[in-house]
């Protein structure tokens, strides 16, 4: 995620970051144009067609359209953008739930540095490992070094990792409970912030395994496609060669607000709009060292 | 479900998918452009309307009506969309809770190797069972083989399967509470996974049984077909024969919309767009098998 | 509520269904299409307004103002919409609570017949009293023939008859714990299921007694009839006689969906595109005799 | 609250009610009429503008901002349905809480008689005086009247009422817990209604103390009053003197949606649009009657 | 934040108060006037383009993409307001949180003073720290001045100062627990409120430190910005020099909605339109005080 200063106009419109869909766009606006320009050069130079030529009036369809792209693309946009806040809001409730747990054992394992000592390493490699499972990047060995030899053979690389750092969360505090360290009612005052690490791991896993239809995903590129491809021909008659860069402004518009919305619709990767998952993993870690 | 990569643009455009609405719309865009061609030639040929008709200006009429049909399919779109997200959370949900429960069972129970057979054969088949039960298959017997015999002998395949695994859940849990395997504290430790089993496939069958209301099915339905078997007589006057390709593409955009939202509005069938049920089930046996 | 295949375009388009708003608005077409008659007769016939008459020009207020009105229609069918799913969901949650009552029940009492009696009888009982309760209807005595005696005495009719059954159902828990059937923690482990009763029949009265603020009704009726009757006036400059069908067309549109989110935003009633309670509550009735 | 037929369109057109915005509008639309009628008189009889002048096009700018203005007045309809729904949603949830409390503790007091005295009066207090702080009324001393003489001194009714009834049963419930007239895990059984009731009263004071952000009430509102006092420029051209009703009527219809806005966005007050708060506080008082 | 009576509109017309985007706007819109006469005075005096010049139609792009730069200021303010009404609920949830934990400590600890002074200071010091921790400013030391010597010396003015004093509060829990001043089952009846406060300091994190997407900031403000820069092109032809004020009336607009929802996104700045913050964290002092 990039960082920034919303009240800076200036630098927003005149630099082009790297993930600026003006850059990212500028080989498909080359080619936009020069099409454009080919049916100008066409209409208007070889066909010579007249003002009253039906093809004027093939921008009736693009004003009666322009409508239902809109709503199309605002459709894209809020659905995009409400995944990618669920996308946050999950890795938010993982910050607190990391933080009550971490606060809770605390204040219920006071006399026993070894459990904390477990519950400080393990609670924040939870986010660690979910981080890693989200980008499917190899989770490193290294996460678990210091964790005490018994947990680090126990796990098993090949298998979903969060899932088993849950599961060693979960028999170390029913072992403490057997072994009266805990009382059975400690069991269920603990028992929110233990489930809601599944929950939004299961959460994450949806946002990330399931794009909007399929269908709508084509049909908006379809449609986007045709109504640029289309738009030359009526607009030479009113536009001439201004046609050009016009119709070029108004594929970047369009075709910004799609490529936007799959970028951020998966907020878990490591494009620029994404979510700062390692930042937020490292919080974690700072902060239940502070607890714990 | 398909699976695809939503940045490929150019296989989007230009390939036609089995689900792609341009192919099932197909024979409905061709009687439509047979349909706007007789119109136009009827009013420029036969007719040979004078460009001042008052036939001319239905066409104001579109353009008025053009933001309410916008909003109808955008409202449409949306609920639609909101159906099948919220299915797929209640699925999501179906996994979490599977995960949890067995990972609470497991640290539970680790002493208890028949019991955890059960609940590792057990939590699975609900999603299996849900699954069918959805999609109105039989669910075949096979589906409960490697129960011990007992249970199999309890499932009567007349009724209401997920509710009787279900039962079968809650009743091995509270016998297990009584043999005192179980604490009497565990109970509510496990309350919310053994819930929402239920919970998910109440709300899983609220979906499939309740269509939006037959009242907007309606209307929407027959406003399109209206506005669609107006649009030519006005647009003949300043599209001549374009008219034709127009008012097909129109039709094709307008009428993509409402096939795509009754697709998804029930997103638990076997339909392209429909939700992955069978790959979520299997991965759900998959985890269990791995955390009991 | 009307079951129907959304997928049958051909019915939807040309039956006329009895709800379907065409012939519920049929009086008031006719009546609109006669106005505008007799408003086109006037300006070409009788005063012959030229057409550089002011009065052509009226409908650029139309046109302004057509976005406003159809603003208002969505936030109208999406407010409607809204309360007739809420609506849904909250008989949707009725059912899932009494299944997930009747299993712990019976995983509890296994033992106890005459326990299980009562409750197989008064939780299906719920439903039915709460679906009288919200059309009004009175609550026919033969609802409690199968239960006790003593039960059936204590109904007082006059009074809120879910209320009462609720009482009841708490009453014989707790009596339960008292008597050493049920220990005190499955108080708590019935406790979400026992609540929920009191907040679906809570919500749903809600939802009945308060319909959207009056202003907003009484605004938009004034606003599609004085949009209406003001329409043929600039449109005969326009399109003649043609401006009768295409009024009638626009009024069809505009009241269509007033008079479809008036009948959906009370849920509860009869009407055709009404929630289908009783079929819900059949439905509670035999899934919980099965599972308890 | 008016309480009234949404299906009745008659006397939704042509009465017009104490609280209609035609009769709180009338003042400024005399004036709006008079000024674009002043606007016109200039145009057409004094300066003589040629339908070439400039002046002739304002209206472009109107139709642009046309798009704008009807988003923003949406923007704000929503928000503003959304407080006042959200409002009455926390006073239902205020009608369930009050019940449920008043069942569990009838069925967990049954023989208590004086206790259940004391919850009865106690309950449905907290409604009445959550009433009277939201609108900021005295609160009578008779509210108390049927309380036991020891409750009556207690309260200060300076401080905040709602909060000191909420105390109260806090403190009966847990020296009735202290006493051992109810069990430990009681207190749990009984928890999530008596949080709600604090829940509820700063729920609905954060409405009633949070007006939408400042600068968005200025803006719209600066922006209509501009927009209208601009619209007369450009449309006497095409409109000659009808001008006058249709600017009047454009002003009616954003200044309407603009002040029912306003009108619902605090539901607590005693506007004729706000929530029949009284009427809800007598209903939770004769039912809690019946049930404790 | 900024108290208001959102019926009076005169005042909010004319007036233009500090924060009101008129003034903060004014440079802007002067450079925009200055440009858009350059832009006149070119076009009309040096160039004397011919009204069939091609630059006329410009503005045909502008009609069309008007729907989408209004869609997308929509978007942006919804977007905004979410989170700026988000804030103000979870400011709400710290407010009854504060209150209910208060109540029911006062019930359950009525015999310890002690005690009880730890806790009117400590639950009110959440509310004051995490305002200072929101705004980035330091902690004053005076904040834990009321606190016994003890708990002020353990706080680190360098670390998280809401986490540990939600940790303070954890551990008092549990230490009147094991002393037996409190049941192991009032833990469960506390946890929920001791929850929160964690959650509510995340969520608050997550929106002050999460703005939307970078893409859609740099993409609406390059999307303004070329907008108004080519709209005079086009409408001098119409306008002539009414061109001015004009475009400098469209621009106000559309920069007014950006950078209102700029200020509102992050709602726990200083800002005149940002959360009242202070009061409310005093309104928790004072009442807190009265309960406990």
Tied chains: 1, 2, 3, 4, 5.
């Excluded at 936009?32 to 066409?42: N, P, T």
């Excluded at 057997?178 to 009612?185: D, I, P, S, V």
């Excluded at 640029?228 to 009526?234: D, Q, S």
């Excluded at 046609?243 to 490591?270: K, Q, R, W």
Aim: proline content about 4%; aromatic content about 14%.
């Amino acid at each position: 995620m990039i960082s920034y200063n919303p009240k800076d106009w200036i630098t927003f419109i005149f630099r082009f970051h790297r993930s600026d869909t003006v850059r990212r766009l500028f080989p498909m606006i080359v080619l936009i144009s020069l099409y454009s320009a080919g049916i100008a050069y066409l209409e208007l130079e070889i066909w010579q067609l007249s003002a009253k030529s039906y093809v004027r009036n093939i921008s009736v369809m693009h004003t009666l359209l322009g409508f239902v792209i809109s709503f199309l693309l605002v459709f894209r946009t809020n659905t995009a953008y409400e995944r990618w806040w669920e996308g946050r809001r999950l890795w938010g409730t993982l910050v607190n739930n990391s933080r009550n747990l971490a606060m809770k054992l605390a204040a219920l394992l006071h006399a026993e540095a070894e459990e904390r000592d477990f519950f400080r390493a393990m609670i924040p490699a939870y986010a660690a490992a979910l981080q890693r499972h989200l980008r499917s990047e190899e989770t490193r060995i290294e996460l678990f070094d210091k964790l005490p030899a018994g947990v680090q053979q126990k796990m098993d690389l090949e298998k979903h990792i969060p899932n088993q750092i849950a599961a060693l969360l979960y028999n170390r505090v029913l072992l403490l409970a057997e072994q009266g360290k805990l009382k059975a009612e400690h069991l269920f005052f603990l028992n929110l912030e233990l489930q809601s690490f599944t929950e939004v791991c299961g959460a994450c896993e949806r946002i990330k395994n399931t794009p909007i239809p399929y269908s709508y995903s084509v049909f908006i590129k379809k449609f986007i496609f045709f109504y640029i491809m289309t738009l030359p021909f009526g607009y030479v008659f009113s536009l001439g060669y201004y046609v050009i860069p016009i119709v070029a402004f108004i594929f970047y518009v369009l075709a910004s607000l799609e490529i936007i919305a799959e970028e951020i619709e998966e907020p878990f990767g490591a494009d620029e709009n994404d979510l700062p998952l390692g930042m937020i993993s490292r919080n974690i870690q700072m902060h239940i060292g502070e607890l714990i």
